[in-house]
């Protein structure tokens, strides 16, 4: 299955079934398929809490399925991130090639940051560069989403405390994390990571949640990135940033949830956000970074891909750029029947 989120008539968040191009929604499969009521009006996480493996919510889609039920349109929806996190823990330099290209030695365990939710924004929703940063990258990432306890968990049986995946863009503030070739003369880091990667909307999350069991495994999947640049020669085209896979991960998913719950009880709806592959703009030649007015693009193999503008601290992007497209787009999207 695939999980979305969209607002109620109160604007509340509430979780859906994204079947193509539309949505079973949570009160049509109260109302037509026997979903129970008091699961059709949660979000996302908390039909995770609330309904262990999904499973009652896999019942009622399939009987939904089998009456010939027709969703709504999704363009007919108010969609926002597909889901509104517990905790949210970061692997650093979780990529073989990624840690090469830093000219790093391989870590001899997972190291690890948090970002919260203020973080999060969902497909097509803007990635605000605050003015505190001039070296604002892109990091494609495989999202975990907990489904259910993990506390010392082994690796071995950590992927049953999984209920799902999604592409994550583990947007950073490099100079603000002391990437010294984001660094102008005088300047220096923080000296750790939580401005440079925990800012207001510095995680597109979508675009929406796969299940365990429609992905597969987890260490088999393409995993890329885009950027498409508002000035310059590439204006206007999207030009690949990193091309990845994520056997190159140099702890895998069942080994970073072993890890992380031997200290930290992961809970349902918490998510893992597992690391980049090379490729990213700080460390090519010259830097790239982002600036208001581009659009990045964020892919991984079987789940989809989040697209988000960069606008500036206020909102502002140049006229006829990329991002000003896209959000335009966004505001007056294309209604279907």
């Known amino acids: 299955m695939r ?31 026997g979903l129970a009521e008091e699961l059709a009006i949660l979000d996302p996480r908390g039909l995770l809490a609330e309904d262990e493996d999904l499973a009652e919510t896999r019942a009622a889609v399939d009987r939904a399925r089998r009456s010939g039920l027709v969703g ?15 905790k949210i823990v970061c692997i650093g330099q979780n990529y073989a090639g990624h840690v090469r290209e830093q000219g790093l ?25 605050p003015p505190t940063t001039h070296a604002l990258d892109l990091e494609a990432e495989l999202a975990v989403v907990i489904g259910r306890r993990a506390r010392r968990v082994a690796a071995a049986d950590a992927l049953a ?18 990437s010294k070739p984001a660094l102008g003369e005088g300047e220096r880091g923080d000296g750790q990571w939580l401005r ?40 206007g085209r999207e030009v690949l940033m990193q091309d990845g896979h994520t056997s190159d991960m140099v702890f895998d998913v069942p080994a970073l949830l072993e890890f992380i719950s031997s200290v930290i009880t992961l809970e349902p709806g918490d998510v893992v956000i597992t690391g980049t592959p090379a490729g990213v703009g700080a ?55």
């Open 196 to 235: 440079a990667k925990g800012s207001d909307t510095f995680l597109p999350l979508g675009p929406c949640l796969v299940t365990a069991d429609e992905l597969g495994d987890p260490g088999d999947l393409a995993i890329r990135s885009w950027r498409t640049p508002a000035t310059g020669t590439d204006a």
């Open 72 to 86: 709504t349109p999704s363009a007919a929806l108010r969609l926002v991130a597909p889901l509104d996190p517990g």
């Open 283 to 337: 460390f090519r030649d010259p830097p790239v970074f982002l600036e208001p007015g581009d659009v990045v693009r964020v892919e991984v193999e079987r789940i989809g891909s989040v697209t988000n503008p960069i606008v500036g601290p206020d909102g502002e992007v140049p006229a006829g750029s990329p991002a000003t497209n896209l959000l335009t787009a966004r505001s007056h999207p294309a209604r279907s029947d």
């Open 161 to 178: 405390h999984v209920a799902a995946y999604a592409a994550a863009n583990d947007i950073s503030a490099r100079d603000l994390q002391g």
């Open 105 to 129: 030695p391989l870590p001899t365990r997972p190291l690890l940051f948090a970002k919260f939710g203020n973080a999060v924004v969902g497909d097509r929703e803007p990635v605000i560069r």
């Open 3 to 33: 999980l979305i989120a969209h607002l109620d008539d109160l604007s509340l968040p509430v979780a859906g079934i994204l079947e193509g191009d539309r949505i079973l929604t949570l009160a049509q499969l109260a109302e037509h398929a």
